[in-house]
């Protein structure tokens, strides 16, 4: 059974760090691109960051471009958000899922492979002081 | 960036009877949608890719159409655990993708 389990959330004051962790199990990790999706608190879904299999690539929201750094460790069979200079606006639970690929597909019929899916059960992160 | 707006914002239907939530998208994304529902402290779940694929192990009463920027999901035969919140998400670029803003379905 594949299954995410988020860690690394809590309580960090405007301007702080914090780094959450993803770890994976019950798939081929190093075979698949990751994704970081959050839930600000009454708000819906919005992605945040993405990472191909091999981490040599690596995307982002423009909200949070320049703040949050994406990355992985295969060996580990986890992947991380590094998140810098918090906003109270980055308060939310944070979703790790998989993509259905490594990297960017495009099917014949010209549809890509982009949904996500399984995802874990989250992490809360509160920013205030 | 791709914009999804999903309507109606709450849906308020009866046990036994269908559900048709919409999303349209600002921009033509082929079928690139898929659909999720999401119920409170659990992990989203992914009910729908490429527009109209069932996901192995959902039922068949959930359902998708559509192509470019007008797509639907339709329930039947609603029963109670289907209540929840329903999001579309566009993936036309890779790790470029939106979300709707999200439909609550609930109990009439």
Request: charged letters at 15%; glycine letters at 12%.
């Given at each position: 059974e594949v299954q995410l389990l988020e860690t690394g959330g809590g309580v960090v004051q405007p301007g702080g760090s914090l780094r959450l962790s993803c770890t994976a199990s019950g798939?081929?990790?190093?075979n698949y691109a990751m994704s970081w999706v959050r839930q600000a608190p009454g708000k819906g879904l919005e992605w945040v960051s993405g990472i191909r299999d091999n981490g040599a690539s690596t995307y982002y929201a423009e909200t949070v471009k320049g703040r949050f750094t994406i990355s992985r460790d295969n060996s580990k069979e986890t992947v991380y958000l590094q998140m810098r200079?918090?906003?109270?606006?980055?308060t939310a639970m944070y979703y790790c899922a998989k993509a259905p690929t490594g990297g960017p597909l495009q099917l014949?019929?010209?549809?890509?492979?982009g949904w996500l899916d399984p995802w874990g059960l989250g992490t809360q992160v509160i920013v205030s002081s | 960036e791709i914009v999804l707006t999903q309507s109606p914002a709450t849906l308020s239907v009866s046990p036994g009877e269908s559900a048709t939530l919409s999303c349209r998208a600002?921009?033509?994304?082929?079928?690139?949608l898929a659909w999720y529902q999401h119920k409170p402290g659990q992990a989203p779940r992914l009910l729908i890719?490429?527009?109209?694929t069932r996901v192995t192990?959902?039922?068949?009463r959930f359902s998708g159409s559509g192509s470019g920027t007008e797509f639907t999901l339709t329930i039947s035969?609603?029963?109670?655990?289907?209540?929840a919140v329903y999001y579309c998400q566009q993936?036309?670029?890779?790790?470029q993708y939106t979300f709707g803003q999200g439909t609550k379905l609930e109990i009439k």
């Open positions: 798939f081929t990790f190093r200079s918090l906003r109270a606006e980055d014949p019929s010209g549809g890509l492979l | 600002s921009q033509g994304i082929s079928s690139n890719y490429g527009a109209s192990g959902i039922p068949a035969r609603l029963q109670t655990e289907d209540f993936y036309n670029n890779w790790f």
